[in-house]
């Protein structure tokens, strides 16, 4: 590709990417490169410009065009030789051929409120590849072998210290598990206590609707208990009989309130009196948006708490990566089962993982998330209160939904959603997560925007208005 040739049409390609807005300009130069090299108008081979000329040319800064080389060197797309500069890998032209096979997609929603994902566009690819490049380059041959099924020891220490400096938890590598995620540490949970005898669990009502599935595929049945104004109701916990409960104290998906200290305390005053168990899923605890957050309840009582979190939220779910931390008295029974269920997580990504943390990536990562999503929930308060005068919004300023309760005017709700669903916008109420059902006429809604860019927040809140 010569950068001076306008003729080119893969240099056409990339003129919009260079003409949008500066804060899209990077992914949108890389989407464009990218979509150049899968259709074939870069061609395997094709040696690409300096990165100081097609930044002038381009008229955009080098590090754009420097970060979009490394992601798609990254990526496969192209490859760098030291000394003689940047060409279109030969794997493009299988990509170009496979972009030619049209792959069906499922209908999606104009605008998706739907809670539960990132902003997976986030995904720090660059740094992530440089972290595996790094532990291919040093991990020695033994660590290739059957992991130990707690997990690698610099993953496990790099997590005990991230753990005790940013939750509060009192963390042992040794009694760390790297999980799939926090499902499989629920499971694992699951498969040990039915073990011991139990053959019952609670879970708070509301709540997520995949913690009764994982406990069932245990052989668990779950209790669902309710919450008040503070937390898990203590009364009904202790008429239910269990001995395990499942809960989200730093921030309860989906009401979003915060266990308060008194409740914590009865919590664990529980646990103690019938010999029993909190498994604390802190699924989004580091996103605090109006003050520090509050510890984990597991720093509280580490022998009445099994802790467990992940990068679902911070990093992208699809690398299923989570942790357990175990009581003293679960964690070689939990380690035994870890290791008859899968033999270990892979090694690469956990060595990966640990570089990353170890590193200071992670962290990184983390305040860049948090003022995107900080900036992101207020904005939808925001275009709540200006298309939905008399909103409320409840739940404390954290992690990447809110409750928005609509006037009674807008209602009954399942009006409401059915006029959402014909305008493509994607709600749901928060009567989906749990067995209680509004007793008045207010539309309660779960609103999720992090994975949502400010303008898509806007729009979708207009859209809303102006179908009801």
């Known amino acids: 590709m010569e950068p001076s040739g306008t003729n080119s049409p893969a240099w056409e390609l990339l003129l919009p990417a260079a003409a949008a807005p500066a804060r899209s300009r990077g992914r949108m130069l890389q989407e464009s490169l990218r979509e150049a090299v899968r259709s074939g108008r870069l061609a395997a081979g094709t040696r690409l410009p300096a990165s100081r000329e097609l930044a002038a040319d381009l008229g955009v800064s080098r590090g754009l065009v420097t ?74 041959h033994h660590a290739l072998g059957y992991p130990d099924p707690r997990g690698l020891p610099q993953l496990r220490i790099a997590l005990a210290e991230l753990l005790t400096r940013r939750r509060g938890v009192v963390a042992d590598p040794e009694r760390i598990v790297v999980c799939s995620g926090v499902a499989q540490a629920m499971t694992l949970l699951g498969f040990v206590l039915h073990a011991a005898g139990q053959r019952t669990v609670g879970v708070e009502d509301p709540g997520s609707p995949e913690h009764p599935a994982l406990f069932a595929a245990a052989g668990l049945r779950a209790v669902p208990l309710p919450l008040d104004d503070e937390g898990l109701a203590i009364g009904p916990l202790a008429a239910s009989g269990v001995r395990t409960v499942q809960t989200t104290p730093a921030h309860h998906f989906p009401t979003g309130i915060g266990y308060s200290a008194d409740r914590r305390t009865q919590l664990l005053d529980w646990a103690r009196s019938v010999d029993g168990l909190i498994v604390e899923d802190d699924y989004d605890g580091d996103f605090r948006y109006d003050r520090a957050p509050v510890g984990a309840l597991q720093g509280l009582d580490p022998e009445r708490v099994a802790y467990t979190g992940s990068v679902s939220k911070s990093l992208a779910p699809g690398l299923r990566l989570g942790w357990l931390l175990a009581p003293e008295w679960l964690t070689d029974r939990i380690v035994a089962r870890k290791r008859t269920l899968d033999m270990g997580h892979p090694a690469l990504d956990q060595a990966a993982f640990a570089t990353f943390v170890s590193g200071g990536g992670y962290d990184r990562q983390l305040r860049r998330c948090q003022r995107l999503y900080r900036e992101r929930r207020d904005t939808l308060v925001a275009a709540l209160a200006e298309h939905f005068p008399g909103a409320e919004v409840s739940g404390i300023a954290a992690g990447l939904h809110i409750i928005a309760r609509l006037p009674e005017r807008y209602g009954p709700e399942s009006g409401f959603l059915r006029r959402a669903e014909r305008t493509r916008v994607a709600v749901r109420p928060l009567a989906d997560y749990g067995s209680a059902r509004p007793q008045d006429g207010a539309v309660r809604l779960v609103l999720g925007y992090a994975h949502l860019s400010p303008s898509e927040i806007v729009r979708g809140v207009r859209l809303l208005a102006a179908a009801n």
């Open 67 to 140: 970060e979009a080389y490394e992601q798609l060197t990254a990526e496969g797309y192209l490859r760098s030789d030291r000394g003689s500069g940047t060409w279109v890998g030969a794997s493009a032209r299988s990509a170009a051929r496979a972009a030619d096979v049209p792959v069906p997609r499922p209908a999606e929603d104009l605008v998706s409120f739907v809670p539960g994902t990132p902003d997976l566009s986030l995904f720090p690819r660059t740094a992530w590849a440089a972290a595996h490049k790094s532990v291919l380059n040093t991990l020695e």
